[in-house]
């Protein structure tokens, strides 16, 4: 032990400095051990990068990262208080605002009910009373919503659409969408229906009854998520169809304090675009609850279809939707028949997932966190009691009727259907 000699000049000079140099303030303590001073400098975590000579740095785990790029301007406008589209558009005119989509989005708004007796204000008014403009100037989500040619003033506003076959390197054609978010919200939509996606044909006695392959709902709802939440200095919007399933791709990860798990319960509404997002809720696009997520598998659950797939992936959101060609697996040589090993219906991948969990007696709270469900009710009556009346799953240890000590275990059928078709 060597002690410090000059720690009375050090208990002035730590604190300022670490202050001046990293804008943090460090709790510097004067410690003796064995006849030697000693300094414990103690600094508390904190929530946001720190500043060091120009830079920013975070902590993830044990590393220290720099923030850099899409990051680093979104931290330093909410450092600053503002957000990337609240931002005025310095360069854009009222002129560069397109009328027709502004009348489509009173249309909308006046049949939700929530931006109603503004249909004879001037565009003037009209734009300021939507907080899209400030002493006469154009906010950034002014031309992101209501744009003539927003791709004047930002790049990649562009929706990409391909139809694939087996595999991302098959593709058979592919379609772009450019322009302004209202535009895009309808034609997107249309040209899904028209030329992507497949619509099954039936018959009610004479009459012709067409069925999308989605629920034209979570269509709606994951797009929206895609265009409203999305980080409009990053990459294109992407969505990619395949024969089993539909994936939307948009730019922009989620908040540091939301996870996967979380954005399936119910949460606070935290966009990235708040600005964006207020017109949208008042034209009756979107809510303003969270709730997203929770319309998007409630939607497919009614369609009979498997559970969506919500992931983070290359920096940013990544949400699979699937039909029931296949089931939910990706792989459809791994899909179940409806014809082998006694199963009525295909499996979703969580419920294959949970017949592997089950080799061994397995309880509900352990089984839940394969699919990251929290609702033991639905949990029970969408995944497991399936299971059972299929024959494939077996409760051991029954206990109560709801019980959360109650176990379940793999059958023989089961085990044979993991056998011959649930191999991963």
């Known amino acids: 032990m060597v002690g410090v000699p000059d720690y009375k000049k050090l208990m002035e000079d730590l604190p ?6 990293l804008g943090v303030m460090a709790e510097v303590k004067l410690e003796k051990k064995k006849g030697l001073h000693f300094i414990a400098i103690i600094v508390p975590s904190y929530s946001v990068p720190i500043s060091f000579r120009g830079r920013y740095y975070y902590r993830s785990g044990s590393v220290k990262k720099e923030l850099i790029g899409n990051s680093l301007n979104e931290f330093l406008l909410k450092k600053s ?5 609240d931002v005025l558009e310095l360069g854009a005119k009222i002129s560069d605002i397109d009328r027709k989509s502004v009348d489509q989005f009173l249309k909308s708004a006046k049949k939700a009910g ?17 907080r899209l403009l400030d002493k006469g100037k154009l906010r950034r989500a002014a031309i992101i919503l209501f744009g003539k040619d927003p791709g004047k003033f930002y790049q990649s506003l562009t929706v990409r659409m391909g139809r694939f076959g087996e595999s991302e390197s098959d593709l058979k054609f592919q379609e772009s969408v450019e322009g302004n978010l209202i535009y895009c919200l309808e034609e997107v939509l249309d040209q899904l229906n028209r030329k992507f996606l497949i619509r099954p044909i039936s018959f009610e006695g004479i009459q012709r009854v067409e069925k999308g392959e989605y629920p034209i709902a979570a269509l709606r709802e994951v797009l929206l998520n895609a265009v409203v939440h999305r980080n409009y200095t990053g990459a294109h919007t992407q969505i990619k169809i ?7 791709w948009n730019d922009g990860a989620l908040p540091e304090d939301l996870t996967i798990e979380l954005l399936k319960q119910r949460h606070s509404s935290k966009p990235r675009n708040p600005v964006i997002a207020d017109v949208c809720f008042k034209g009756g696009y979107i809510d303003a609850w969270g709730r997203g997520i929770e319309k998007i598998i409630d939607a497919c659950q009614e369609a009979k279809l498997p559970e969506p797939k919500f992931e983070e992936n290359s920096g940013g959101m990544l949400v699979t939707l699937f039909n029931n060609k296949y089931g939910s697996k990706i792989q459809p040589e791994s899909a179940p028949s ?4 006694g199963t009525k219906s295909a499996l979703s991948q969580h419920q294959v997932e949970i017949l592997y969990k089950s080799v061994n007696d397995s309880g509900i709270a352990e089984l839940m966190k394969v699919t990251g469900r929290t609702d033991r009710t639905k949990f029970r009556n969408q995944v497991l009691n399936p299971l059972i009346k299929e024959g494939l799953l077996e409760m051991t240890f029954p206990d109560k009727p709801h019980s959360s000590k109650q176990k379940y275990r793999l ?5 044979e259907y993991l056998k011959t078709k649930g191999k991963k």
Do not use: Y
Not at 114 to 129: A, M, V, W, Y
Not at 242 to 248: E, H, L, T
Not at 411 to 415: D, I, N
């Open 81 to 85: 208080g503002k957000t990337w589209d």
């Open 411 to 415: 059958t023989k059928m089961g085990a």
């Open 242 to 248: 395949f024969d089993d399933r539909i994936c939307f």
């Open 114 to 130: 929530r931006f109603p007796g503004n249909e004879k204000l001037s565009l003037k008014e009209l734009l300021d009373k939507l």
């Open 16 to 21: 300022n400095k670490i202050h001046d140099l």
């Open 338 to 341: 409806r014809h082998q090993v």
